[in-house]
Nanobody, 127 residues
Framework: QVQLVESGGGLVQSGGSLRLSCAASGRTFSTRTVGWFRQVPGKEREFIAA????????YYTDSVKGRFTISRDNAKNTVYLQMNSLKPEDTAVYYC????????????????????WGQGTQVTVSS
């Protein structure tokens, strides 16, 4: 089982940047696709980005393309989400999650494809 801990959230002005980190424990982390999701109260958890086990493939939801970048350092058991040009609508709790898959499967945007979740980190973007 992989355990995940997010960090790096906070309050930032519109147009600013943040880098989220997802630190993992567990020997199988480097063999798993990792994703970032976000959630606001009253809404479903929303897929943001995913990266394959060795980092060769990435996928983003349209609303963050060109602004967010997902990357990973398997030597450090860490996945990152660099968020630039932040907007007030990016305000949410951000979660990282590990999938059982090593590659980006077609259903990777579904939360149900991820078995291990972090506790979340709050990102607030002020206008």
């Amino acid at each position: 089982q992989v355990q995940l801990v997010e960090s790096g959230g906070g309050l930032v002005q519109s147009g600013g940047s943040l880098r989220l980190s997802c630190a993992a424990s567990g020997r199988t982390f480097s063999t798993r696709t990792v994703g970032w999701f976000r959630q606001v109260p009253g809404k479903e958890r929303e897929f943001i980005a995913a990266i394959s086990s060795i980092g060769g493939s990435t996928y983003y939801t349209d609303s963050v393309k060109g602004r967010f970048t997902i990357s990973r350092d398997n030597a450090k058991n860490t996945v990152y989400l660099q968020m630039n040009s932040l907007k007030p609508e990016d305000t949410a709790v951000y979660y990282c999650a590990a999938s059982k898959y090593a590659i980006l499967v077609v259903t990777i945007t579904r939360p149900s494809e991820f078995g291990s979740w972090g506790q979340g980190t709050q990102v607030t973007v002020s206008s």
